[in-house]
């Protein structure tokens, strides 16, 4: 009976709403009982145009393939030969993005410089300064100066083999970092000088500059610091992609990282990371029109990260005109993120979420030690295992990045184009600028050329008559 009347109830209802979901009215309700709004880690939940909807156009009849296991296609990546005598020198076109220490346990920190060092790749400080032993794994390494000047060392900034200006991150574009105070331990907190267990927030924006003149007198005297030995990179959010990199390249970087709204955080508001930046696959043709707009296409090297998942990712990024991509999240999943141990890990009895499905790396529970101070949770991540892990990842996504390139009778992986790619969909063709499949359709781009052709039919002909 309780059955059928359950039934008979559910035959009664007209709907469900498609805007007020069982999710979003369940938000709704925990922001009356807060009075906040909600912090989470990892990256963006909504759906949006992504690397699937791309695919390659691999050699046939009418492109000579490479044969894989004869002949070498090239994965040597070169960054920062602008200005710096000393440009930082990649044996693979990836590396691992700046990943702070504090949102990391320091384990997680060796494990990535250690990885990164057996592929022949860089890492980052990322936000609060230099750990030693950090440094001493790496042979390539980035140090990043971001708004709060948290952690900045001078002495340490003449130990990095390139410099990074933090001006804003993918998933919370014209926001600060945040580091919840469960996690300044008495060791970071005397790193970014600031009170043990008090949330750590950065400013949205640099005090030293306010605009493109104030910048490029820092990156000038960040150049002169370092003797001009080593790379300056500024570090941007997409969204203005078009106007920023116009106006960041004016500021004489050597390169310019571009991180997509896809990008992942270990601390940030629910609202920004959903509401925020727009996709990688967008900016990058937006961010190579303004370099070639400039005249500086050839000259300062463009670095992209965000979401990137795989060598198909990273192949499409290099065949759109980046030089190199960056990973995070990929790159702590790689360290067991997101994995169930079994007799180790109970992410539902500690967390509350299956594996899989965990965004809490802000509340420095993490059930396998990556983003979190615990010392005994820091226990389950071995450093040597786990830097293994990270170069195997690496390894292979190199290796995936190459195949990709043969196949498309590339030698080199910088030789990947736009004319290797296609789009599934009219959204991606849009936005990548690349043909949707089976046509030589580019949404916006074809109707502008044909308009082009018409006025130009239009002129000759009102010449021609003219003439006559």
């Not at 960056?326 to 539902?348: F, W």
Request: proline share 6%.
């Amino acid at each position: 009976m309780a059955q059928e009347s359950h039934e008979l109830s559910r035959k009664g209802v007209l709907g469900q709403s498609p805007i007020f979901t069982p999710a979003v009215i369940d938000d709704i309700h925990m922001k009356a009982e807060l009075g906040r709004y909600r912090m989470r880690g990892f990256s963006m939940f909504k759906p949006m145009p992504h690397w699937d909807q791309l695919m390659f156009l691999p050699g046939t009849l009418t492109r000579f393939v490479i044969e894989g296991y004869r002949e070498k296609c090239v994965t040597k990546t070169v960054l920062g030969a602008r200005f710096a005598r000393k440009p930082i020198e990649l044996d693979i076109p990836v590396y691992i993005t700046g990943m702070s220490f504090g949102a990391l346990s320091l384990e997680a920190k060796m494990a990535l410089a250690k990885g990164a060092s057996m592929a022949g790749t860089a890492t980052c400080s990322g936000e609060g300064g230099m750990i030693p032993p950090e440094r001493d794994l790496s042979t390539k390494w980035y140090y990043q100066i971001i708004q709060s000047r948290y952690g900045f060392n001078p002495h340490h900034l003449m130990l990095a083999d390139a410099v990074e200006f933090f001006i804003g991150q993918g998933c919370k574009v014209g926001l600060g970092g945040h580091l919840m105070g469960q996690k300044v331990t008495e060791q970071v907190a005397e790193m970014r000088s600031l009170p043990p267990g008090i949330d750590q927030r950065s400013p949205a924006r640099h005090p030293d500059w306010l605009g493109p003149d104030d910048l490029s007198l820092k990156i000038q005297e960040v150049r002169e610091a370092t003797d001009y030995q080593v790379p300056i990179q500024l570090k941007l959010g997409a969204a203005r992609v078009y106007d920023d990199v116009r106006m960041a390249a004016k500021c004489a970087p050597d390169i310019i990282y571009l991180d997509g709204a896809e990008g992942g955080t270990g601390a940030g508001p629910h609202i920004a990371t959903e509401e925020t930046g727009i996709p990688l696959m967008s900016a990058i043709p937006e961010a190579r029109r303004a370099l070639e707009d400039v005249g500086l296409s050839d000259e300062i090297d463009l670095v992209v990260a965000g979401g990137i998942r795989n060598g198909g990712d990273i192949a499409k990024c290099l065949a759109l005109g980046a030089k190199a991509v960056a990973i995070g999240h990929s790159a702590l999943m790689a360290l067991n993120c997101n994995k169930e141990i079994p007799g180790v890990t109970d992410y539902e009895g500690t967390i509350g979420v299956p594996a899989g499905q965990c965004y809490h790396c802000h509340t420095g529970r993490c059930p396998v030690g990556i983003t979190t101070q615990d010392p005994e949770l820091r226990k389950r991540l071995e450093v040597d295992s786990a830097a293994e892990r990270v170069y195997n990842f690496l390894h292979t996504l190199t290796m995936e990045v190459q195949m990709l390139a043969r196949a498309c009778g590339k030698t080199n992986v910088h030789s990947l184009e736009p004319e290797d790619l296609c789009a599934l969909t009219t959204e991606a063709a849009a936005m990548a600028r690349v043909p949707l499949a089976g046509t030589d359709y580019i949404p916006g781009v074809t109707e502008a050329r044909t308009l082009a052709e018409i006025k130009s039919l239009v002129s000759k002909h009102l010449t021609d008559e003219g003439s006559a």
